[in-house]
């Protein structure tokens, strides 16, 4: 076997396009604290539901949900993979402004509807990553 070959393509060293899985949310209870809070964002195609909270070690998670009235499996698991997809390449609009904020927060994405291509999804997340931010810095604003 031959050893992996490095990438010509790196990323600039300041962002890493990456989403871990200690940044994926999960258990029943984080998801019933969600589904339970008000706070929610909308467009045309997705919906972000998240909560804030203080918590001593800052946690920052999401989720990605598609309903059952999308579709068999293969659909739902695809729109869930474009969903991922759309915020891993642009995570970085919000991560960085809650490090600053020193904040933590839980953010479910779910999609409103089936059939989507990946650059309307795309164009949907960065319009909520940048709601999201906006509110956040609103509510920091608040706070002093």
Do not use: W
Request: glycine content about 4%.
């Amino acid at each position: 076997m031959r050893k992996k070959e490095q990438s010509n393509l790196i990323a600039p060293s300041s962002r890493r396009f990456t989403l871990p899985k200690s940044h994926i949310l999960r258990g029943r209870r984080n998801f019933e604290r969600i589904f339970g809070s008000r706070n929610y964002i909308l467009t045309d195609s997705i919906n972000a539901r998240f909560v804030e909270f203080d918590s001593d070690p800052r946690e920052y998670k999401v989720g990605f949900i598609a309903s059952k009235k999308l579709g068999n499996a293969i659909q739902r698991s695809r729109c869930k993979r474009l969903l991922r997809e759309a915020y891993r390449l642009n995570r970085h609009l919000l991560s960085e402004e809650l490090q600053r904020a020193e904040k933590s927060m839980h953010i479910v994405f779910s999609t409103r509807v089936n059939g989507l291509d990946f650059a309307t999804v795309e164009n949907d997340m960065v319009t909520l990553l940048t709601k999201l931010r906006s509110r956040l810095l609103s509510s920091n604003k608040n706070e002093l």
